[in-house]
């Protein structure tokens, strides 16, 4: 064990346990969430519009014989919680890299404005140059989540941020980015049903043939920021003390970056910009793994696709025949959770 | 009578002091009484054209005479029955956000805490929302539930905030979470809206003029007229709450009270403003910072941020009706570009002189 993971350690638990005995308990954890993530999934291809029944659903999975229930489990349900489990997984982890290296407990990337970034880019692709293959306006994602990413820090106030500067920061650059997009739609009306769901996230009526190219971008970013999770751990301890831990500063924040717009980029490409699970996740997993990003990020990795799954499943019985977006359920989660953290911690200090 | 004070020193000389004999006095900076006269003057040249234009053109002479009741025949209907209500009610919800905008700004000592970031703005969409989808209302109880929406916003934000006194900072904070249940809560009711009335509300939500009658500018002036002389009656006070709640108690001013009235008349007037013409973007954000570059004064600014606001909307209204020829395009499209330029402004000049 480094000295860096020595100190987080000693940091999260008031009780020193004794090393073994904590990795068991952490190791039940993420069984545990993975089991939650299985049932999430399961519920998932089975609550809608049309109830399945969880025999059916098995049917549909593994002995599809070509019936109606085996239509829409292989055809609408089956790509859609695969999409929710793939840019759950994205939005948890990118909120968890983001949360450690700005030492922001605020830190989310639909609330500092990434996702939107994504997403104006993505509309001006679209309707202004005339992109129409997910590929092409994939790059224009990346683009997008990099440079809102980089604008919002620079208007928080770079090193001087704090936590109140950079969600002012970034709400304000959502607000422009979203009366852009709006203002696009309104534009370009002929447009307007294919790019309807870049202002709110949602899984509804996404195809499975969009994960695909996305997926190797998915991956790349979590594995990028779960080989971070070492040199984040140190960095959470403040720039001083991880340079003489011989944490390379500079290299992890680009690497940083560099995850995070892999991966918000690429989930925001596939769903539109969902807000929030990257806020929630962390501060929810924290209280059983510790801050530790070592255990942190596979945590985020496997609790927040419950999450996303569960909101989306909420937003398809709230209103029977509609569907609420599943943005929109996140953003309202978020949101009182979000002024819970705010009330419970001197924000302002930290 | 009036006699204008000398000034003694020439050091003091931006500062005018008029005295009655009675013994009231009125203060105020020669500069910033410029800019409000020249705002004013520009926001009126702005109406002339905007009044001007449409199907039926009319150069900006033939407006005047129009006004005066002398124009060509048949203008008299199109200019002061038509195109008069959708002006007026720009200028006056400006007015009224440029305002608010400068009093939220000061309170969270915050250039970028303007009402409809932090969440006041949205809770009189919301109640506005409520009145329109689920009351089906017209244009008074659109007003009222907007303002009815916004106080009750404030209330529990003010409470939610609450720890031994308000900070700025966790106010701001606490808005932004109470923005986002709400604009979740908002897109529920828009799911839940028959499809008609859901386009009503969603051009109502970017904020438009198309269609503002007289009812709307009623709306706008009856905020103006009661809530801008409390806020300018606070404003020393806010100037005196800019330097610190320590300061301010000692200079006497009790600064949890006056925090909180002043939160409820910007409340106020922004949630008429919002009834009047809907969440229009970023006027409340850039009106205050623009107005306090032209004055080049310390302060909260208030009059003259109203009347930036003002010509802001105008403008922008103007814009937006040039750029789509039919009057179709929403005013808040065009704030919400230039607010994304204003932005990118700000950014530049946070890079050169280090400081937000």
């Keep these: 064990m480094t000295a860096a993971t020595t100190l987080a350690a000693a940091e999260a638990a008031p009780p020193p346990a004794a090393p073994g005995a904590r990795r068991t308990v952490r190791t039940t954890g993420l069984l545990v969430g993975l089991a939650l993530l299985a049932v999430a999934v399961l519920a998932s291809i089975s609550v809608g519009a049309k109830q399945i029944p969880l025999d059916q659903v098995w049917h549909g999975l593994f002995e599809a014989t070509g019936t109606e229930n085996d239509h829409i489990v292989r055809g609408l349900r089956l790509p859609r919680t695969a999409i929710g489990v793939a840019v759950g997984a994205a939005l948890g982890l990118a909120g968890a890299v983001m949360q450690t290296l700005t030492r922001n407990p605020l830190a989310d990337p639909g609330l500092l404005g990434v996702n939107a970034g994504a997403s104006a880019a993505v509309v001006t692709s679209i309707s202004l140059l005339g992109v129409t293959s997910f590929t092409g306006y994939l790059w224009f994602a990346f683009a997008g989540a990099g440079v809102a990413a980089v604008a919002v820090n620079a208007l928080g106030g770079s ?3 704090t936590p109140v500067r950079l969600a002012l920061a970034g709400t304000a650059v959502n607000a422009a980015l979203f009366g852009y997009v709006n203002g696009l739609q309104l534009w370009d009306l002929s447009a307007l049903e294919t790019m309807r769901h870049w202002s709110i996230g949602t899984l509804a009526g996404r195809r499975g043939d969009l994960l695909l190219p996305a997926l190797p971008f998915l991956v790349a970013g979590a594995l990028l920021a779960l080989a971070l999770a070492r040199p984040l751990n140190a960095m959470a301890l403040g720039d001083d003390t991880a340079r003489s831990l011989g944490a390379h500063l500079g290299r992890t924040r680009v690497l940083s970056i560099v995850a995070i717009t892999l991966l918000c980029g690429a ?7 969902i807000g929030f699970i990257g806020l929630m996740i962390p501060h929810a997993v924290r209280a059983f793994c510790g801050p530790d990003t070592r255990w ?3 945590y985020c990795a496997v609790f927040a696709p419950v999450l996303l799954l569960g909101s989306d499943i909420v937003g398809r019985v709230l209103v029977p025949p509609y569907e609420i977006e599943v943005g929109v359920v996140t953003a309202f989660l978020g949101g009182l959770l979000f002024i819970q953290l705010v009330r419970r911690r001197k924000v302002a200090h930290l | 009578m009036n006699v204008p004070h000398a000034p003694a020193r020439p050091k003091y000389s931006a500062i005018v002091v008029v005295r009655s004999r009675g013994g009231l006095s009125l203060r105020f900076r020669r500069r910033a009484l410029l800019v409000c006269a020249v705002l004013a003057v520009l926001g009126a040249a702005l109406m002339v054209f905007s009044l001007g234009m449409g199907a039926y053109e009319l150069g900006p002479a033939d407006v005047v005479r129009t006004l005066f009741g002398d124009g060509p025949p048949g203008a008299d209907f199109v200019v002061n029955e038509l195109r008069m209500p959708r002006v007026l009610d720009g200028l006056l919800a400006g007015f009224a956000m440029g305002m608010s905008g400068a009093v939220f700004q000061s309170l969270s000592r915050n250039p970028l805490g303007s009402p409809d970031i932090i969440g006041f703005g949205s809770g009189a969409s919301a109640g506005a929302l409520v009145a329109i989808i689920v009351l089906e209302a017209g244009t008074v109880q659109t007003a009222v539930g907007a303002v009815a929406g916004g106080l009750a916003t ?7 905030a609450w720890q031994r006194g308000v900070h700025g900072y966790r106010l701001v904070l606490i808005g932004i979470g109470a923005s986002a249940v709400l604009s979740s809560l908002t ?4 799911v839940r809206a028959d499809i008609g009335k859901a386009a009503e509300a969603a051009t109502w939500m970017i904020g438009s003029l198309n269609g503002r009658g007289w009812g709307d500018v009623r709306v706008a002036a009856l905020g103006i007229v009661v809530l801008v002389p409390v806020v300018l009656g606070l404003g020393r006070r806010l100037s005196m709450l800019e330097m610190g709640d320590e300061a301010a108690a000692a200079l006497g001013v009790a600064p949890e009270r006056s925090r909180v009235w002043l939160l409820a008349a910007g409340t106020g007037l922004t949630a008429m403003a919002v009834a009047a013409a809907g969440p229009i973007p970023f006027v409340a954000l850039a009106a205050p910072q623009l107005a306090r570059r032209l004055t080049r004064s310390a302060g909260p600014n208030m009059l003259p941020a109203a009347w930036m606001g003002a010509v802001l909307v105008t403008a922008a ?13 929403p005013v808040g499209v065009v704030t919400g570009v230039a607010g994304g330029l204003y932005l990118a402004w700000l950014l530049l000049l946070e890079r050169r002189s280090g400081r937000l």
Excluded: E, K
């Excluded at chain 1, 989930?267 to 910009?273: D, H, Q, R």
């Excluded at chain 2, 897109?187 to 828009?190: D, R």
């Design chain 1, 159 to 161: 090193r001087a941020a």
């Design chain 2, 317 to 329: 209204d103007w814009t937006a009706q040039r750029i789509s020829g039919s009057a179709i395009l």
């Design chain 1, 296 to 298: 942190l990020f596979p």
């Design chain 2, 154 to 160: 404030a209330f529990a934000v003010y409470l939610l």
């Design chain 1, 267 to 273: 989930a925001t490409a596939v769903c539109g910009p």
């Design chain 2, 187 to 190: 897109s529920y009711l828009f």
